[in-house]
């Protein structure tokens, strides 16, 4: 099984976490009114997180290090991983990162299930 989980570290981290990466050295899509509404899931605020000049060489470094670790885990024998993807709400950029490297994984043949802990949560502070 293999769970990508998007997560706000106001809340904490998820409890079952492998890898943890966390994304808020990327611009706060929260700080702009029209997307703070929004989130990762729709289009604009998934435009506005990708046009980060970091994004793109951060995100896939990650994918490679994923394709690189996810099939060894399985060679190993552990029948579980996690990861888990943060931001500061767990609304924005955590859940676009998520869903993009979660395609990712498809695209190489695994079945990621893909989790929103905090995206139904009311916002904290």
Do not use: Q
């Not at 009114?33 to 899931?41: I, Q, R, V, Y």
């Not at 991983?81 to 990162?97: P, Q």
């Amino acid at each position: 099984v293999l769970t990508i989980t998007s997560f706000g570290f106001k809340r904490g981290l998820p409890r079952d976490a492998d890898l943890v990466f966390d994304m808020r050295f990327l611009r706060n899509p929260h700080w702009v009114p029209a997307l703070k509404p929004g989130t990762g899931l729709d289009a604009d605020v998934a435009a506005y997180v990708a046009s980060d000049p970091a994004y793109e060489p951060a995100v896939s470094r990650i994918e490679e290090l994923l394709a690189l670790l996810v099939p060894r885990y399985h060679a190993e024998g552990k029948t579980y991983v996690s990861v888990a993807i943060g931001c500061t709400g767990g609304r924005h950029r955590s859940v676009h990162v998520a869903e993009r490297i979660a395609a990712f994984l498809r695209e190489r043949g695994f079945s990621p299930t893909v989790r929103h802990r905090d995206l139904g949560a009311t916002p904290l502070g």
